[in-house]
């Protein structure tokens, strides 16, 4: 399996609600990416999580909440979303994080905050 | 902080040219370099990556180089076809996880 899946597809939700985000991946990769995609724009590096544990968080508001319950699912807790928060989610994993190591992307959720 | 440029911003080329897309980075520290397509509204997928020590990648229709002392990388695309027609990222990582803006590619039938 070489892939990376994310769950779900599209997400509509209001300013109260509370949602998650899901990624998975099966090829034995011990670091998992999220990024942040605004229309016509690059990604954006969120969170990275090697060997289980949160390696970099850049400056993400609280209301994103990853989690990484083991070393194939990454998640993304979303709670009191604003409209601007509206965008592509994407998750990323590859063998170890940093150097040499090629990143092998998800789909994407594209998410709306109404 | 490294800055990632990509010139030019779009393209648009009759079926069967080659074209040369290009990546600017600022930083020379540079340890991956990898290109990405992103179609509209989709994931992205990997095209090549070129580690630090090496200057260049191929596979099949594409060729990427990096040339670590001007900055710059560039992505051959030969023959190109309608389904070329894509975005083209670069992003460097590393110690950086930084994208370049993409080159929005059309390849006219």
């Known amino acids: 399996d070489t892939e990376v899946t994310q769950t779900p597809k599209h997400l509509v939700m209001g300013m109260t609600n509370k949602k998650s985000l899901k990624c998975e991946q099966h090829m034995g990769h011990r670091a998992m990416y999220w990024y942040k995609q605004k229309a016509k724009k690059p990604p954006e590096l969120m969170f990275v999580?090697?060997?289980?544990?949160?390696?970099i968080n850049e400056s993400v508001p609280s209301r994103f909440s990853p989690e990484c319950p083991n070393s194939s699912l990454l998640n993304l807790h979303l709670h009191a979303l604003q409209p601007e928060d509206s965008a592509l989610y994407l998750c990323?994993?590859?063998?170890?994080?940093?150097?040499?190591?090629?990143?092998?992307f998800g789909p994407g959720t594209r998410l709306t905050v109404l | 902080k490294q800055e990632v440029t990509q010139i030019p911003a779009a393209l648009s080329v009759p079926e069967g040219e080659n074209l040369v897309l290009n990546c600017s980075f600022t930083d020379s520290a540079i340890y991956n370099l990898q290109w990405f397509r992103q179609d509209p509204g989709k994931g992205l997928t990997s095209l090549l990556l070129?580690?630090?020590?090496?200057r260049e990648q191929t596979s099949g229709r594409l060729n990427a180089s990096l040339d670590k002392s001007s900055g710059r990388s560039t992505l051959y695309i030969a023959a190109s076809q309608p389904g070329d027609s894509a975005t083209y990222l670069c992003?460097?990582?590393?110690?950086?996880?930084?994208f370049g803006p993409g080159t929005r590619l059309s390849v006219l039938p």
């Open positions: 070129i580690q630090s020590s090496q």
């Open positions: 999580y090697s060997y289980e544990k949160l390696s």
């Open positions: 990323a994993s590859s063998q170890r994080s940093g150097f040499y190591n090629e990143q092998f």
């Open positions: 992003a460097d990582y590393g110690q950086n996880f930084v």
